[in-house]
C-alpha cells in the first residue's frame, strides 16, 4: 500500500507546508491517539521536540489532537529522540512523539512515533494510523471530562543524565579528559554538556546557543568542520558531534580527524566481544557501511550482518536476531542493552569507556581499520523504471564481475527524492570509479532516451 504520510523515519517534510502543517499534525495526534486505545483508562503520551521555531506550531497542534482524542499529554520540551523513548517507557506512555527533522535544515520538521515499548512504529501501525488521518473521525472523539489535559513536566532531563550516566560502570570517571563536544544547537544542548561534566570531564561546549534557525547549522555532526577546529584549539582529547535530535554521533580524534559510525561500531563491536558483552556473535549495519568494517569484523570473528538503508531496518533486524549493537556509517549506533533507538551522547560515552580502560588515544582507539575506496554518484530520473532497462541491467552485471569478490556493488532508489543511488567499493579506486562511471552513464543514457 502506498503511504500518504509516514516515509522511513516518521513525517517529514517542509514546516507550514503539506505534509508538515498544523491541521496534519492535529489529525496526527487525534489519530494516533485513537490507534493506541486499549482498554478504559486514562491513555497519556509524552511529547518531545527538538530547538526548531516550528517545533511550538506542530507542539501546540499536536496536543490539540491527542486531547480531543482523550488522551493525557505530557510536554518535556526540547529533548533528544532517544530520551523521549526511554520516557515513554519510564512514565509508562501508550505513546511517545518527538517532534524533529533530525539533521535537516531548520526549515523543515517531522514527527516520530514511539511505541509503549519506546520502538518506533511498525509499517502496518503506521498505516493504520496513516487511514485514521483521512478519515472523518469526528464521532470517534471524547467531549466533556475525558477530553485529556496537557501539562509540562519537570525533572526529565535529570531523569535522562542519570540514565545516560547509569550505562557506564559506577566507578567511572572521565576526570583529567578534556571534551569537546557539538550539540548542534539541538535538542541535546542541555543535558549532554552535563553528562560529560558530572562524569568529571572538563567539557568545552559549542552549538548550545540554539535560536529557532540555527538547528544544524553549520555545526553538528553533518557539517564537524567547527568541532574540528575546536578540538585543535583548546586541545582537546576528543571531539562529539551529535545532530540535531541527538540520535547520531561522529566522533573527532586529539588531531582534528573525523571518525564515521563504521568505525565507532568496529570499536565497540571488538570491545563488547572481548568482554563477553556481544550478543548473536555480531553486528548489524546497512548495505552502505565499508567493506572495510565487514573485513575487520569477520577477521576477528564478529559476523556482520547487513540490512536495507535506514536505522530502522537495522532495528528491525536486531530485534529479531537478538543483536545488540548495530548502526550506520552516518553515525546511528543501536546499543539495545540501554536503548531502542540510535542515541549519540550514549555511543559517545561507550567510545570513552574504551579510550578510559585502555589509556590510548582516541586516534589509536578509533582507527580501526582502512576504509576500502568507496564512491557514490546520485543519478536524477523523471519517470519510469530506469534499474529495468536492458543497457542498464548490463552495465550493473559488468560492474558487478569487474569488482568480483574485492569489491561490492549497490544501487539502490531513493527513499525521498527521484534519484538511483550507485555506490560502489573495492581495493582499486580506478576500477570502483570506472565501474560507477558506467552504469551512472548508462543511467543517464536512459534518462535521455
Known sequence: MKRSYFGTDGIRGRANAHPMTAEIAMKVGMAAGIAFQRGSYRHRVVIGKDTRLSGYMIENALVAGFAAAGVDVFLVGPMPTPAVAMLTRSLRCDIGVMISASHNPFADNGIKLFGPDGYKLSDELELTIESLIDEDLSRRL????????????????????????????????????????DCANGAAYRVAPAVLWELGAEVVSIGVEPNGVNINLNCGSTNPVALSAKVREVRA??????????DRVLIVDENGEIVDGDQLMAVIGEAWAEDGRLAAGGVVATIMSNLGLER??????????????????????????????????????????????????????????????????????????????????????????????????????????????????????????????????GDDLTLVNDVVDSIVGALGRQQAA
Open 237 to 246: 582529547d576528543i571531539g562529539i558531534a551529535l545532530d540535531g535530535d541527538a
Open 142 to 181: 471524547v467531549t466533556g471530562g475525558q477530553l485529556g489535559r496537557a501539562k509540562r513536566i519537570d525533572g526529565v532531563h535529570d531523569r535522562y543524565i542519570e540514565f545516560a550516566k547509569r550505562t557506564l560502570p559506577k566507578d567511572f570517571s572521565l576526570e583529567g579528559l578534556r571534551v569537546a563536544i
Open 296 to 425: 575487520f569484523l569477520t577477521g576477528r570473528g564478529i559476523q556482520l550482518a547487513r540490512t536495507k538503508v535506514g536505522d530502522r531496518y537495522v532495528v528491525e533486524h536486531m530485534r529479531e536476531h537478538g543483536y545488540n549493537v548495530g548502526g550506520e556509517q552516518s553515525g546511528h549506533i543501536v546499543l539495545s542493552d540501554y536503548g531502542t533507538t540510535g542515541d549519540g551522547l550514549i555511543s559517545a560515552l561507550q567510545i570513552l569507556a574504551v579510550v578510559a580502560r585502555q589509556g590510548r588515544t582516541v586516534s589509536e582507539v578509533c582507527r580501526k581499520f582502512d576504509p576500502v575506496p568507496q564512491v557514490l554518484k546520485n543519478v536524477r530520473f523523471a519517470g519510469g523504471k530506469p534499474l529495468e532497462r536492458k543497457d542498464v541491467c548490463e552495465a550493473i552485471e559488468t560492474g558487478r564481475e569487474q569488482l568480483g569478490q574485492n569489491g561490492r556493488l549497490v544501487i539502490r532508489p531513493s527513499g525521498t527524492e527521484p534519484l538511483i543511488r550507485v555506490m560502489a567499493e
